[in-house]
């Protein structure tokens, strides 16, 4: 059972920065795409960056230019920088490793970000 370990949320003012991370231990790490979603209270969870393991990135447009995903395959992790953090940020942020070819879909338990105004 691969249990990915988010780290990294807290309460933060507005305009400020936090950085999410996710390990993925028992993976191979490179063979995934890591992603990051939130989840808000009363409503869907949506994608708010992706990663292949080959670097290429995708961001949802509500975080274009603030917030960047990156990974450090040596290390089986996931990173995402969030900069210029606004209320509406404010969720529950879950990590994602995606394999189509084998059919593996793993998530993280989730970590609170919440950004007071």
């Known amino acids: 059972q691969v249990q990915l370990v988010e780290s990294g949320g807290g309460l933060v003012q507005y305009g400020g920065s936090l950085r999410l991370s996710c390990a993925a231990p028992g993976i191979i790490f490179s063979a995934y795409a890591m992603g990051w979603y939130r989840q808000a209270p009363g409503k869907q969870r949506e994608l708010v960056a992706g990663?292949?393991?080959?670097?290429?990135?995708d961001y949802a447009d509500s975080v274009k230019g603030r917030f960047t995903i990156s990974r450090d395959n040596a290390n089986n992790t996931v990173f995402l920088q969030m900069n210029s953090l606004k209320p509406e940020d404010t969720a529950v942020y879950y990590c994602n490793a995606r394999n189509l070819i084998l059919r593996h879909d793993y998530w993280g338990q989730g970590t609170q970000v919440t950004v007071s105004s």
């Open positions: 990663i292949t393991g080959g670097g290429i990135t």
